[in-house]
């Protein structure tokens, strides 16, 4: 089983939806929480990066993290064409094989039709 | 300005030949890392240095050997090509092991025929 666990998709949708992408992960060390998006051919940038439990909001993006059922969430509302791409998950913690790496799901391919 | 640049963007080698990947950060960070990124789009750890200093090394093939002249700079040389080697290589750097501050360069394309 792998550390970090994330459905590649592909998943469509039309412009305007709600698009919910999610993660799911074994390791309870797992204490720090990104979502990266990546455009094709480039390399990863960071979306949004939350620490520990909780809700985060930036712009159209909202990253939930619910480290009791260790599952996390990235949700983009009033999505775009721009918003293509493919999303991973990633995550890290502060002690032992968790420190100062990071761990990626597969990534999700998303496509926003217009 | 380029925050983290690899060069050569896309390599084509043969089987057997041995090749070399440059990385330099200009974000002032001192831990650099390399990743490798698979046809499925998995993306996996294989070095990190950190002040020059090697502090994560995945088990990777002893073909593989990462070299850092300073904390600007990391290279990948890679001994040997094979066939699975082929993938997508990127060179991330951070502040310290703050995985938060970790940025990703625009990968380099290796193709082993």
């Known amino acids: 089983q792998k550390e970090v666990e994330q459905d590649p998709g592909p998943l469509s949708v039309p412009e305007g939806a709600i698009v919910s992408l999610n993660c799911t992960y074994s390791n309870s060390a797992f204490q720090y929480f990104m979502w990266y998006r990546q455009y094709s051919r480039k390399g990863p940038e960071l979306l949004m990066y939350?620490?520990?439990?909780g809700n985060k909001e930036d712009g159209r993006f909202t990253a939930q993290v619910d480290k009791s059922s260790k599952y996390i969430s990235l949700f983009i509302r009033d999505s775009q064409p721009s918003d293509s791409a493919t999303y991973l998950c990633?995550?890290?913690?502060?002690?032992?094989?968790?420190?100062?790496?990071?761990?990626f799901g597969r990534g999700t391919q998303l496509t926003v039709w217009p | 300005d380029t925050a983290v640049s690899q060069t050569p963007k896309y390599l084509v080698t043969q089987m057997g030949n041995d090749k070399s990947i440059k990385c330099e950060q200009n974000?002032?960070?001192?831990?650099m890392y390399w990743y490798k990124q698979d046809s499925k789009k998995f993306l996996k750890i294989m070095f990190s240095?950190?002040?020059?200093?090697?502090?994560i090394n995945e088990t990777v093939p002893n073909r593989f050997s990462p070299k850092s002249p300073d904390k600007a700079h990391l290279n990948l040389h890679i001994n040997s090509l094979e066939l699975g080697d082929s993938a997508v290589y990127f060179c991330a750097s951070s502040q310290d092991t703050r995985v938060e501050t970790q940025y990703f360069g625009p990968g380099t394309r290796l193709l082993v025929l």
């Open positions: 240095y950190n002040n020059k200093e090697l502090i």
């Open positions: 974000l002032g960070h001192d831990t």
């Open positions: 990633a995550m890290s913690g502060n002690r032992g094989s968790t420190l100062g790496r990071l761990y």
């Open positions: 939350t620490y520990s439990s």
